[in-house]
């Protein structure tokens, strides 16, 4: 993959317009002085996951019919393709197969594994129960992979083909016209230390500015996040809602060891409140993927959603499993769409577009979304291929026909079919009512109803947290190795490192305004009415609550402290915090987690 010294040799003109090492060393930077390379594209994609680079190919293979070569960027945050690209996962194929119809004849195509069997079963403390399986999680013809691997492989063919892929490169924010129609994307600064003065490896950012942006960031992106609420994209879907899916992979025992063999668990650890699941699933060379799933949605603060994997392994069915001559090897997590049909937004904006988990398009009963987010990434390759068609058009590219394209798609009708069955367990039903209409919808009824439940009190996860006093705090078992261990061991197998000296890209933020009292008033809320939430849910230990009464942003002699340098880039806390005055951004590109085989 290519990295900032390639992309300077690859752009004749990208001389950084910089003062001296010795002139610029530790002044504030002021990004309305700072002079930026600009390149003109094409399209500029940001995010290299399966989303971004079936976009990214699609476009590529269009160009014949154009007539003419198309320059297709792909901005990515990680270090390398697929080193932030994390999920469980079982591949439906049908996108691929549209995308790539040879793919199977390739050597080193990484779908080696496919899924022999689909099992569910639900969990009390001590037994498992087999229970009835939804048709909609049917595993016959799908493959179990590393989702990182199929992404490095997916952008291998990108590069082949002419993409430019450019790892290391975040999207940071968004460039724009005069007239406020998005004009393309600017990259992080490189090179500022945690005061946001510039080191002598100082670089600022450029600009790709694009006639068509296409953004593909994965579930609640900066970016996206910006442009739903400047294009007012959600005003008539609802608010996205979210899980937390936290994994391991383990090399198991061999008499452990059943390839291609899938198990979805529903019930212990989690209580008949909380909206959640595990799962199992076999993959190639003696490895086995564990993970669990659970709502954001939840209301007690007193939940550690790390810690109810933990004791998740302990259960009789996963400690036979885990037994014998069995390691773990990796870990990490990730946040995933779980609103559905009803909480797509608007797909276009002027001058581009959402697709992928930037939009949402995950089917919760499959518990799969690559297959439609890599089909929403070709229905947007075609529409801007058709918008960058029409050489006489002025302002800005129309992509309008996705969206049209994508609701006459299948993507549309894989999603319409289980629309209800997340939704249902908000509804007065409750949780095991609906676990009862899912099974119903799921099994007869096949979302063939007149009827579509919808979020109309539009509350979000961080809304549905509810104050501490009205639970208990949850007695949670010291780790026991090797089945559980503490967090900070867990963090080691994700790789994740950030430069020390830079800038914090997890910031007490509202409304725009960064200050004292703001931080004050965030320590005072969340320890006193929430219990100090942040501290518990966050799967990576980034933030604690420490006691100090000499803290000018602290309250009742506590503050808060962000290790930012253990950030897996999940963006629960942006999602969870009651007080919804966490903002995620991206740190300097490189960093973040460095995932390989989960």
């Given at each position: 993959m290519l990295t900032r010294t390639v992309l300077r040799s690859r752009i004749p003109n990208l001389n950084r317009l910089l003062h001296s090492s010795s002139r610029i060393s530790r002044q504030l930077f002021d990004p309305s002085t700072v002079e930026r390379v600009s390149e003109d594209v094409d399209v500029c994609i940001v995010g290299a996951g399966p989303a971004g680079l079936s976009t990214a190919i699609r476009l590529k293979q269009l160009e014949q019919k154009l007539g003419k070569e198309l320059r297709v960027v792909v901005l990515e945050k990680g270090a390398e393709v697929g080193s932030h690209t994390l999920s469980g996962a079982v591949i439906e194929p049908r996108a691929l197969d549209e995308l790539l119809p040879d793919w199977a004849l390739r050597d080193d195509h990484p779908l080696t594994q496919s899924a022999t069997s689909s099992r569910m079963r639900f969990l009390t403390k001590s037994l498992s129960i087999p229970i009835p399986h939804p048709p909609q999680m049917s595993n016959h013809g799908n493959y179990i992979v590393s989702l990182s691997r199929f992404t490095a492989w997916l952008g291998n063919i990108a590069e082949e083909i002419g993409v430019e892929v450019y790892p290391g490169f975040a999207g940071a924010g968004v460039v724009y016209t005069d007239d406020g129609s998005v004009a393309g994307i600017r990259t992080n600064e490189v090179g500022l230390d945690r005061l946001g003065c510039m080191?002598?490896?100082?670089?600022?950012?450029?600009?790709?500015?694009?006639?068509?942006?296409?953004?593909?960031?994965?579930?609640?992106?900066?970016?996206?996040?910006?442009?739903?609420?400047?294009?007012?994209?959600?005003?008539?879907?609802?608010?996205?809602?979210?899980?937390?899916?936290?994994?391991?992979?383990?090399?198991?025992?061999?008499?452990?060891?059943?390839?291609?063999?899938?198990?979805?668990?529903?019930?212990?650890?989690?209580?008949?409140?909380?909206?959640?699941?595990?799962?199992?699933?076999?993959?190639?060379?003696?490895?086995?993927?564990?993970?669990?799933?659970?709502?954001l949605d939840y209301a007690n603060p007193y939940l550690s959603p790390y810690k109810e994997f933990q004791r998740m392994k302990h259960h009789p069915y996963f400690a036979e499993l885990l037994s014998g001559n069995s390691t773990r090897i990796a870990y990490g997590g990730r946040s995933l769409n779980e609103g559905g049909l009803q909480s797509v937004p608007q797909l276009y904006f002027p001058g581009g577009a959402l697709v992928g988990c930037s939009a949402g398009f995950v089917n919760v009963a499959k518990i799969k979304g690559t297959h439609n987010a890599m089909k929403s990434g070709m229905l947007a390759a075609e529409a801007a291929a058709a918008a960058l068609s029409q050489e006489s058009s002025s302002g800005p590219a129309d992509m309008s026909q996705y969206e049209t394209a994508l609701k006459n798609s299948w993507v549309w009708s894989d999603l319409n079919e289980v629309r209800n069955l997340r939704e249902s367990f908000h509804t007065p039903l409750g949780i095991w009512g609906g676990i009862m209409y899912?099974?119903?919808?799921?099994?007869?009824?096949?979302?063939?109803?007149?009827?579509?439940?919808?979020?109309?009190?539009?509350?979000?996860?961080?809304?549905?947290?509810?104050?501490?006093?009205?639970?208990?705090?949850?007695?949670?078992?010291?780790?026991?190795?090797?089945?559980?261990?503490?967090?900070?061991?867990?963090?080691?197998?994700?790789?994740?490192?950030?430069?020390?000296?830079?800038?914090?890209?997890?910031?007490?933020?509202?409304?725009?305004?960064?200050?004292?009292?703001?931080?004050?008033?965030?320590?005072?809320?969340?320890?006193?009415?929430?219990?100090?939430?942040?501290?518990?849910?966050?799967?990576?230990?980034?933030?604690?609550?420490?006691?100090?009464?000499?803290?000018?942003?602290?309250?009742?002699?506590?503050?808060?402290?962000?290790?930012?340098?253990?950030?897996?880039?999940?963006?629960?806390?942006?999602?969870?915090?009651?007080?919804?005055?966490?903002?995620?951004?991206?740190?300097?590109?490189?960093?973040g987690p460095k995932y390989t085989i989960v």
């Open positions: 080191k002598e490896s100082f670089e600022p950012g450029m600009e790709f500015r694009a006639r068509v942006t296409l953004i593909a960031e994965g579930a609640h992106g900066s970016i996206a996040k910006e442009l739903i609420q400047k294009f007012d994209l959600r005003r008539n879907s609802d608010p996205q809602t979210y899980g937390i899916g936290l994994k391991e992979v383990w090399r198991v025992d061999p008499t452990q060891y059943r390839p291609g063999e899938v198990v979805h668990t529903m019930g212990w650890p989690l209580d008949f409140r909380t909206y959640g699941g595990g799962w199992v699933y076999h993959m190639a060379d003696g490895l086995v993927s564990i993970g669990l799933v659970i709502g899912s099974g119903v919808d799921s099994l007869l009824l096949k979302g063939r109803t007149p009827w579509t439940f919808r979020n109309r009190a539009r509350l979000t996860d961080a809304q549905r947290t509810q104050p501490a006093y009205r639970f208990r705090p949850i007695n949670y078992p010291p780790s026991q190795p090797p089945l559980s261990t503490d967090l900070l061991t867990s963090l080691t197998l994700t790789g994740t490192n950030h430069a020390e000296d830079q800038p914090v890209h997890l910031r007490v933020r509202k409304d725009g305004n960064e200050n004292t009292a703001l931080r004050k008033l965030h320590v005072q809320r969340n320890l006193s009415e929430y219990a100090g939430l942040l501290q518990r849910a966050c799967p990576a230990g980034v933030y604690e609550y420490v006691e100090d009464e000499t803290a000018a942003d602290g309250w009742n002699g506590h503050k808060l402290v962000i290790n930012s340098q253990n950030c897996i880039h999940c963006k629960l806390c942006d999602i969870k915090v009651p007080t919804q005055d966490i903002t995620w951004t991206v740190p300097e590109g490189g960093g």
